[in-house]
Nanobody, 128 residues
Framework: QVQLAESGGGSAQSGGSLRLSCIAV????????VGWFRQAPGIERAPLER?????????????YYADSVKGRFTISTDKAKNTVYLQMNALKPDDTGIYFC????????????????WGQGTQVTVSS
């Protein structure tokens, strides 16, 4: 079993920055992939239907970013701290939502295949 706990959410002005953190407490091997997903406020979605924002396969160092966040968001990991970060710069009101950390297995050749573990989410609100 793997427990994921997000932090760092909050409010920011348009153009501002926030950094999200996700600490993993692993009782079993969660796989090589970690990532951030989000869902818009007031919309309830099943985990795999959430918008994929940024992911990293720590085995191959393959990263993915949604087009809407490329050049503004950066995903990174600190293996020693079992933590994954999402640095969010140049925030826009459309970035508002609940951000979820997830972990899962990578695919052969790099990239992420499954998302098996999820955090509870952290709220991000960007005002214009």
């Amino acid at each position: 079993q793997v427990q994921l706990a997000e932090s760092g959410g909050g409010s920011a002005q348009s153009g501002g920055s926030l950094r999200l953190s996700c600490i993993a407490v692993e009782h079993t091997n969660s796989g090589n992939c970690v990532g951030w997903f989000r869902q818009a406020p007031g919309i309830e979605r099943a985990p795999l239907e959430r918008e994929k924002v940024a992911t990293i396969d720590t085995g191959s160092s393959t990263k993915y970013y949604a087009d809407s966040v490329k050049g503004r968001f950066t995903i990174s990991t600190d293996k020693a701290k079992n933590t994954v970060y999402l640095q969010m710069n140049a925030l826009k009101p459309d970035d508002t939502g609940i951000y979820f950390c997830a972990a899962g297995l990578s695919r052969l050749g790099g990239g992420c295949l499954t998302w098996d573990y999820w955090g509870q989410g952290t709220q991000v609100t960007v005002s214009s």
